[in-house]
């Protein structure tokens, strides 16, 4: 039989709360060395994810979008939204601020091999792992993974 994504899971993952100032958040993911943290209201429900990838803009900054000027007109080349999300990720001091919302998530028992699926097919490197009523209950990562391939 399958293994599921219950059996090889990190139970009781460690979250914060999008008031969590961010330096917390990443003296956290460096003294865990874990690469991210899921976020979650007062009642425990998820509400996005802070990882490594969106505390890189705290240190590279954002490049303004490419335009052209054209009869007293901006033309944007790039989508202006997009940088004005990168821009608040650079410039946040809370975990809300940062954290990317809508995170690609999981049900417990589902297989590894669906999980690892997902993971490749979203691009994401982690999987908050939800119960019936939404609550994060752990934590599935591609060292988990491996570590589950590892053990077969």
Known sequence: MSKTVADVMS????VVKPETPLQEAIKI?????ISGLPVVDDVGKLLGIISETDLMWQET???PPAYIMFLDSVIYLQNPAVY???LHKALGQTVGEVMSKNP?????EKSV???AQLMHDRNVHRLPVLDDADQVIGILTRGDIIRAMAAS
């Open 11 to 14: 139970q009781n993952p460690i």
């Open 84 to 86: 004005e999300r990168d």
């Open 61 to 63: 900054g954002v490049t």
């Open 104 to 108: 690609v998530t999981i049900s417990p």
């Open 113 to 115: 091999k669906q999980a």
């Open 29 to 33: 993911l460096a003294e865990r060395r």
